[in-house]
């Protein structure tokens, strides 16, 4: 702002604005990566996203497993004969069926680099048949059973991320384990049966085994695409801010940009952007970017979870980037929803008691808004330059045509709406804490009433303007819920993970919302 003096009583005032940053995201929608904000969104899971030890609800990994492993009929990994031979006189073969067991339970636990996978299977029971023939064979046609306290898988699920983005998962350290092995044999002759119970005990606890860790270890593959389901690509509509008029259709592209796993729980990290088709007659740079508040100095991802441990560590957070927060301000200015006509209604202000009649007023802002928290208190504040304002009107009467240049500042921060499917994240825009504006032009009868039109226009005109156009919230968007319903066949199409917002934080150049697993 520069106010100027001269020696014959003229006077100037200026409203100019000036964007700088070191990084512009060129936002594009024929190309979403040149925008992406590397880990612009990060999901943090807590250790009961993974294992919640509840399995009355579908809401956490374990209980899928558990799912998984329970309707899993391991009759059709055993081919019969499992094993043939002959034995005093008589050919044998060993068919094993109706293969049964308990209700399966299941430890997956965060570590280093993975998860910890536990597995355990009660009450395992299987039906055995074992037919005889030959010419001097006087052992009958045996059946029975074979039973054991438990079968125990232990294994590890290392996670990682490969340059394409995309996760990879793999199984090591797979143990499984028949734990109390029983073989029950009928008919009097169960004594001639030895090498029976040796097979049993032997040969086929292996191929039990084996056949459990080949299911515990397809499970990567089913892990990989439910990490992999979790970047977010979905469109939402920010409503028009003039009554009637269309909505702004927005799209979130991401990609997976991190995965990394402690005891504290996974990190996903995504490269994220929004994009929209260009509307906007004007050419900036692209979104501008936070560039670590210019200080020169790289900017560290905070440590997740970053909520109050009390009552309970959040269980579920998801960060927001600044710099990707931005790009929704952006988007909108991008799709030409910032340039539009106001009609007299939307400013809620009577002005004829002022002499101003017939006014029609054009808004278009030339340079987009701006969200960041790059201040003192590292809050963040929403800032507009440049928002050029046409107006034409009657004043006393008398035709009067007025362009005008407005700058602002107003503090910002992330809440939680009510929108039509649920919760929705939203940019609440708080009363303006810097207003100012410039008269550029003015033609008609009153060409030199600038001071007394001017301090009208501001201090009247333009707080009720801003105050249309921003209102209570800059848009809202669905808060994103993660699907697992494609973790497994058979699991409720709705079947999702989502958060109960407990607290929304600023840690460094993050927004995070902090909860519990809803």
Not at 92 to 110: A, C, F, M, Q, W
Not at 146 to 169: E, F, H, R, W, Y
Request: glycine share 10%; proline share 7%.
């Amino acid at each position: 702002v520069v106010d100027v003096d001269d020696s014959l009583g003229q006077k100037d005032h200026v409203v100019q604005s000036y964007y700088y940053s070191t990084q512009y995201y060129p936002v594009d929608i024929a190309d979403p990566a040149a925008s992406q904000i590397a880990d612009g969104l990060v999901l943090f899971l807590g250790p009961e996203v993974w294992d919640d030890n509840d399995t009355s609800d579908v809401d956490d990994i374990a209980t899928i497993i558990g799912l998984y492993l329970a309707n899993m009929d391991l009759s059709t990994l055993i081919t019969n004969p499992v094993t043939t031979g002959s034995t005093a006189g008589c050919d044998y073969k060993v068919n094993v069926y109706n293969i049964r067991y308990g209700t399966p339970t299941v430890d997956l636990v965060p570590t280093n680099g993975g998860l910890n996978l536990g597995v355990t299977i009660p009450n395992f029971r299987a039906d055995i048949d074992i037919p005889t023939k030959g010419t001097f064979c006087v052992i009958p046609d045996i059946d029975g059973d074979v039973t054991a306290t438990s079968v125990t898988i232990t294994g590890k699920m290392n996670v990682a991320l490969d340059p394409t983005g995309q996760p990879v998962v793999t199984m090591t350290n797979v143990v499984a384990t028949v734990n109390g092995l029983d073989v029950d044999i009928g008919g009097v002759l169960g004594f001639l049966t030895n090498w029976l119970i040796n097979f049993f005990e032997g040969s086929f606890a292996d191929m039990i085994e084996d056949a459990l860790v080949d299911q515990i270890s397809s499970l990567a593959d089913s892990l990989e695409d439910a990490l992999a389901g979790l970047a977010l690509n979905e469109s939402f509509e920010i409503p028009s801010f003039i009554e009637g008029g269309a909505p702004t259709t927005l799209s979130l592209v991401s990609k997976l940009s991190r995965l990394d796993f402690t005891p504290a729980g996974g990190t996903v990290g995504m490269a994220a952007t929004i994009v929209t088709p260009k509307g906007t007659p004007h050419n900036p740079l692209g979104s501008i970017g936070r560039a670590a508040c210019l200080t020169g100095v790289p900017e560290a991802m905070p440590g997740f979870p970053v909520g109050t441990p009390i009552p309970t560590p959040p269980a579920l957070e998801l960060g927001l980037h600044d710099d990707f927060l931005n790009l929704i301000p952006y988007a909108l200015y991008w799709a030409g929803t910032l340039t539009m006509p106001i009609p007299q209604e939307m400013l809620g202000q009577d002005l004829s008691s002022y002499g101003i009649t017939d006014m029609s007023l054009n808004v278009d802002f030339m340079l987009p808004p701006i969200l960041t928290g790059c201040n003192d208190d590292g809050l963040l504040t929403i800032q507009a330059g440049d928002i050029g304002v046409q107006a034409d009107m009657k004043l006393f009467g008398m035709p009067v045509q007025m362009q005008m240049f407005a700058s602002f500042e107003a503090d910002a921060e992330i809440v939680t709406v009510d929108g039509e499917a649920g919760k929705e994240i939203s940019i609440a825009v708080r009363e303006p804490t810097f207003i100012d504006i410039e008269i550029a032009s003015l033609s008609g009868g009153l060409v030199g009433a600038e001071d007394t039109l001017g301090g009208l226009i501001r201090d009247t005109l333009m707080p009720e303007l801003l105050g249309a156009l921003t209102g209570e919230s800059l848009g809202s968007f669905p808060i994103p819920e993660f699907d697992l319903s494609g973790l497994m066949e058979g699991l409720p199409p709705d079947t999702a993970i989502s958060i109960e917002i407990r607290e929304v934080l600023r840690r460094a150049a993050y927004t995070v919302l902090s909860g519990n697993v809803k």
